[in-house]
Protein backbone atom coordinates (compact mmCIF):
# COMPACT_ATOMS: atom_id res chain seq x y z
CA UNK A 1 0.00 0.00 0.00
CA UNK A 2 2.97 2.30 0.19
CA UNK A 3 3.65 4.57 3.19
CA UNK A 4 1.39 7.69 4.02
CA UNK A 5 3.61 10.29 2.93
CA UNK A 6 1.36 13.31 4.14
CA UNK A 7 0.78 11.75 7.59
CA UNK A 8 4.64 11.61 7.92
CA UNK A 9 5.52 15.27 6.84
CA UNK A 10 3.26 16.30 9.40
CA UNK A 11 4.87 14.79 12.02
CA UNK A 12 8.25 16.14 10.61
CA UNK A 13 6.49 19.11 11.07
CA UNK A 14 6.08 19.20 14.82
CA UNK A 15 9.82 18.39 15.57
CA UNK A 16 13.06 20.70 17.02
CA UNK A 17 15.11 20.46 14.81
CA UNK A 18 13.04 20.42 11.52
CA UNK A 19 14.33 17.91 8.89
CA UNK A 20 14.32 17.67 5.36
CA UNK A 21 12.01 14.62 4.80
CA UNK A 22 12.92 11.94 1.26
CA UNK A 23 10.80 8.87 1.20
CA UNK A 24 11.53 6.23 -1.23
CA UNK A 25 9.79 2.67 -2.70
CA UNK A 26 13.14 0.87 -2.57
CA UNK A 27 16.78 1.90 -2.14
CA UNK A 28 20.29 0.16 -1.67
CA UNK A 29 20.37 1.25 1.91
CA UNK A 30 18.95 4.34 3.61
CA UNK A 31 22.37 5.31 5.49
CA UNK A 32 23.93 5.05 2.16
CA UNK A 33 21.30 7.47 0.41
CA UNK A 34 21.56 9.75 3.47
CA UNK A 35 25.35 10.06 2.90
CA UNK A 36 24.81 10.58 -0.72
CA UNK A 37 22.64 13.72 0.45
CA UNK A 38 25.01 15.55 2.29
CA UNK A 39 27.65 15.11 -0.11
CA UNK A 40 25.88 17.65 -1.75
CA UNK A 41 24.82 19.67 1.77
CA UNK A 42 25.58 19.53 5.43
CA UNK A 43 23.99 22.57 6.44
CA UNK A 44 20.15 20.96 7.22
CA UNK A 45 19.09 17.30 9.26
CA UNK A 46 18.06 15.21 6.76
CA UNK A 47 15.43 11.68 7.04
CA UNK A 48 15.67 9.17 4.33
CA UNK A 49 12.74 6.34 4.28
CA UNK A 50 12.35 3.50 2.23
CA UNK A 51 9.87 0.79 2.21
CA UNK A 52 12.48 -2.02 1.20
CA UNK A 53 16.48 -2.19 1.21
CA UNK A 54 18.49 -4.12 -1.09
CA UNK A 55 21.55 -3.95 0.55
CA UNK A 56 20.70 -2.87 3.96
CA UNK A 57 23.65 -3.35 6.64
CA UNK A 58 24.30 -3.55 10.21
CA UNK A 59 27.30 -3.17 12.20
CA UNK A 60 30.64 -4.34 10.60
CA UNK A 61 28.74 -4.47 7.58
CA UNK A 62 26.60 -7.24 8.06
CA UNK A 63 23.56 -7.75 5.91
CA UNK A 64 20.56 -6.35 7.19
CA UNK A 65 17.75 -8.00 5.05
CA UNK A 66 14.81 -5.63 5.09
CA UNK A 67 11.38 -6.91 3.26
CA UNK A 68 8.04 -4.86 2.70
CA UNK A 69 6.68 -4.34 5.80
CA UNK A 70 9.51 -3.08 7.80
CA UNK A 71 10.60 0.27 8.97
CA UNK A 72 13.80 1.63 7.51
CA UNK A 73 15.03 4.59 8.09
CA UNK A 74 18.14 6.85 8.86
CA UNK A 75 18.18 10.30 10.05
CA UNK A 76 21.35 12.52 9.96
CA UNK A 77 22.06 15.80 11.88
CA UNK A 78 24.84 17.91 12.94
CA UNK A 79 25.69 17.77 16.86
CA UNK A 80 28.05 20.57 19.31
CA UNK A 81 28.23 17.00 21.58
CA UNK A 82 31.98 16.42 22.84
CA UNK A 83 33.21 13.36 21.62
CA UNK A 84 33.29 11.18 24.72
CA UNK A 85 29.55 11.61 24.70
CA UNK A 86 29.10 11.03 21.08
CA UNK A 87 28.72 7.26 21.57
CA UNK A 88 25.50 7.60 23.99
CA UNK A 89 23.72 8.51 20.57
CA UNK A 90 23.30 5.15 19.73
CA UNK A 91 21.68 4.36 23.35
CA UNK A 92 19.35 7.80 23.10
CA UNK A 93 17.90 5.76 19.42
CA UNK A 94 17.36 2.63 21.38
CA UNK A 95 15.97 4.37 24.34
CA UNK A 96 13.11 6.32 21.91
CA UNK A 97 12.17 2.66 19.98
CA UNK A 98 11.57 1.21 23.41
CA UNK A 99 9.99 3.88 25.10
CA UNK A 100 7.73 4.43 21.66
CA UNK A 101 7.56 0.16 21.09
CA UNK A 102 5.96 -0.25 24.95
CA UNK A 103 3.57 2.55 24.48
CA UNK A 104 2.44 0.96 22.36
CA UNK A 105 1.96 -2.79 24.29
CA UNK A 106 4.80 -4.06 22.14
CA UNK A 107 7.34 -5.55 25.52
CA UNK A 108 10.37 -5.13 23.30
CA UNK A 109 14.05 -4.45 25.09
CA UNK A 110 17.75 -3.41 24.70
CA UNK A 111 20.74 -5.44 23.82
CA UNK A 112 23.79 -4.05 24.07
CA UNK A 113 25.05 -2.56 22.16
CA UNK A 114 22.46 -1.78 19.70
CA UNK A 115 20.02 -4.28 19.24
CA UNK A 116 16.26 -4.62 20.17
CA UNK A 117 14.98 -7.58 21.22
CA UNK A 118 11.44 -8.91 21.56
CA UNK A 119 10.81 -12.60 23.54
CA UNK A 120 14.83 -12.85 23.30
CA UNK A 121 15.09 -12.20 19.71
CA UNK A 122 16.05 -9.83 17.58
CA UNK A 123 13.58 -7.26 15.96
CA UNK A 124 16.15 -4.02 15.24
CA UNK A 125 18.86 -3.07 15.36
CA UNK A 126 20.75 0.65 15.33
CA UNK A 127 23.83 1.43 12.83
CA UNK A 128 25.15 4.67 14.20
CA UNK A 129 28.03 6.72 11.81
CA UNK A 130 29.77 9.94 12.49
CA UNK A 131 31.32 12.00 9.40
CA UNK A 132 33.86 14.86 10.66
CA UNK A 133 34.01 18.19 8.07
CA UNK A 134 34.55 21.08 9.17
CA UNK A 135 31.78 20.16 11.95
CA UNK A 136 30.91 16.05 13.16
CA UNK A 137 27.65 14.87 11.40
CA UNK A 138 26.07 12.35 12.96
CA UNK A 139 23.78 8.87 10.88
CA UNK A 140 21.70 6.92 12.74
CA UNK A 141 20.04 4.22 10.33
CA UNK A 142 17.41 2.01 12.08
CA UNK A 143 15.30 -1.37 11.06
CA UNK A 144 12.56 -2.42 12.81
CA UNK A 145 10.75 -6.38 11.89
CA UNK A 146 7.28 -5.02 11.77
CA UNK A 147 4.74 -6.33 9.34
CA UNK A 148 6.08 -9.20 7.44
CA UNK A 149 6.30 -13.02 8.40
CA UNK A 150 9.44 -14.73 9.01
CA UNK A 151 8.59 -16.90 5.58
CA UNK A 152 10.44 -13.80 4.37
CA UNK A 153 13.37 -14.64 6.35
CA UNK A 154 16.12 -17.08 5.71
CA UNK A 155 15.30 -20.36 8.15
CA UNK A 156 19.21 -19.72 9.50
CA UNK A 157 17.70 -16.65 11.62
CA UNK A 158 14.13 -18.02 12.98
CA UNK A 159 16.32 -19.11 16.39
CA UNK A 160 17.77 -15.55 16.69
CA UNK A 161 15.18 -13.26 14.91
CA UNK A 162 11.58 -12.25 14.54
CA UNK A 163 8.97 -9.61 13.81
CA UNK A 164 6.21 -8.01 15.68
CA UNK A 165 3.44 -9.77 13.42
CA UNK A 166 4.89 -13.02 14.22
CA UNK A 167 5.50 -12.81 17.47
CA UNK A 168 2.14 -10.77 18.47
CA UNK A 169 -0.54 -11.44 15.27
CA UNK A 170 -0.89 -7.29 14.83
CA UNK A 171 -0.21 -5.22 12.43
CA UNK A 172 1.53 -1.96 13.17
CA UNK A 173 1.64 0.96 11.73
CA UNK A 174 4.85 1.88 9.98
CA UNK A 175 4.20 5.50 10.93
CA UNK A 176 3.07 5.56 13.98
CA UNK A 177 6.32 3.90 14.87
CA UNK A 178 8.42 6.48 13.25
CA UNK A 179 6.37 9.53 14.51
CA UNK A 180 6.17 8.42 18.29
CA UNK A 181 10.08 7.53 17.72
CA UNK A 182 11.07 10.69 16.56
CA UNK A 183 9.33 12.78 18.81
CA UNK A 184 10.84 10.47 21.92
CA UNK A 185 14.92 10.61 20.13
CA UNK A 186 14.09 14.41 19.63
CA UNK A 187 13.28 15.28 22.39
CA UNK A 188 15.91 13.24 24.51
CA UNK A 189 18.22 14.88 22.57
CA UNK A 190 16.90 18.37 23.31
CA UNK A 191 17.41 17.84 26.59
CA UNK A 192 21.21 16.10 26.49
CA UNK A 193 22.10 19.03 24.65
CA UNK A 194 20.73 21.44 27.39
CA UNK A 195 21.75 19.89 30.39
CA UNK A 196 24.45 18.14 28.53
CA UNK A 197 24.47 15.55 31.34
CA UNK A 198 24.38 12.07 29.96
CA UNK A 199 22.80 10.12 33.27
CA UNK A 200 18.84 10.69 32.35
CA UNK A 201 20.14 8.13 29.20
CA UNK A 202 22.03 5.36 30.99
CA UNK A 203 19.69 5.33 33.33
CA UNK A 204 16.40 4.90 30.53
CA UNK A 205 18.85 2.23 28.99
CA UNK A 206 19.72 0.35 32.24
CA UNK A 207 15.53 0.28 32.70
CA UNK A 208 14.90 -1.05 29.46
CA UNK A 209 18.23 -3.42 29.11
CA UNK A 210 17.97 -6.91 28.70
CA UNK A 211 21.75 -7.71 28.72
CA UNK A 212 22.55 -6.32 32.42
CA UNK A 213 22.34 -8.91 34.67
CA UNK A 214 22.79 -11.54 32.59
CA UNK A 215 25.82 -14.15 31.86
CA UNK A 216 27.42 -13.83 28.20
CA UNK A 217 29.86 -13.97 25.72
CA UNK A 218 31.33 -10.96 24.46
CA UNK A 219 33.09 -11.36 20.81
CA UNK A 220 35.40 -7.74 20.37
CA UNK A 221 37.05 -8.75 17.47
CA UNK A 222 40.05 -10.52 18.59
CA UNK A 223 39.28 -12.78 21.70
CA UNK A 224 35.96 -14.34 23.31
CA UNK A 225 35.05 -13.67 26.51
CA UNK A 226 32.96 -15.09 29.65
CA UNK A 227 30.98 -13.41 32.29
CA UNK A 228 28.28 -11.24 33.83
CA UNK A 229 27.47 -7.90 32.52
CA UNK A 230 26.76 -5.81 35.62
CA UNK A 231 26.58 -2.13 34.18
CA UNK A 232 27.71 0.31 31.54
CA UNK A 233 30.08 3.01 32.19
CA UNK A 234 29.45 7.18 31.62
CA UNK A 235 30.52 6.35 27.81
CA UNK A 236 27.96 3.91 27.29
CA UNK A 237 30.86 0.79 27.29
CA UNK A 238 29.63 -2.63 28.88
CA UNK A 239 31.16 -3.75 32.67
CA UNK A 240 31.38 -7.08 32.70
CA UNK A 241 32.10 -8.88 35.79
CA UNK A 242 34.92 -12.14 34.87
CA UNK A 243 34.83 -15.55 36.39
CA UNK A 244 37.73 -14.32 38.01
CA UNK A 245 36.10 -11.50 40.11
CA UNK A 246 37.98 -9.00 37.93
CA UNK A 247 36.45 -6.68 35.46
CA UNK A 248 36.18 -6.32 31.51
CA UNK A 249 35.23 -3.04 29.90
CA UNK A 250 33.98 -3.04 26.37
CA UNK A 251 33.55 0.03 23.90
CA UNK A 252 32.50 -2.38 21.25
CA UNK A 253 31.70 -6.24 20.58
CA UNK A 254 29.27 -8.74 19.99
CA UNK A 255 26.70 -9.82 22.51
CA UNK A 256 25.58 -13.00 23.30
CA UNK A 257 23.09 -13.77 26.34
CA UNK A 258 24.10 -16.75 28.23
CA UNK A 259 21.37 -19.20 30.23
CA UNK A 260 24.46 -19.77 32.50
CA UNK A 261 27.87 -20.07 33.00
CA UNK A 262 29.94 -22.97 33.81
CA UNK A 263 31.32 -23.69 37.01
Known sequence: MGLNTEKIQRCIETLEPMFSLHIFDEVTS???VLKE??????????????????EGRGRFNRTWLSPSGGLYFSFGFPSSLSVEKLPCLGLV????IIYSLNALSI????????????YEKKIGGILSEMIVDKQ?????GIGLNLNFSM?????SLSDSATTI?????????????????????????????????LSPILEEWRKYSS????????????????????DINEFGSLIVNLPTNHQMIFQTGDVKHLKHLSN
Open 107 to 118: PVKAKWPNDILL
Open 37 to 54: YLSKDKSQNVIIISELQT
Open 211 to 230: TLGRDVLVDDGGSQITGTAI
Open 93 to 96: ASNA
Open 136 to 140: TFIII
Open 165 to 197: IEELGQVIEIEEVLCRFLSAFTSRLKELHKTQS
Open 151 to 155: ANLPT
Open 30 to 32: TND
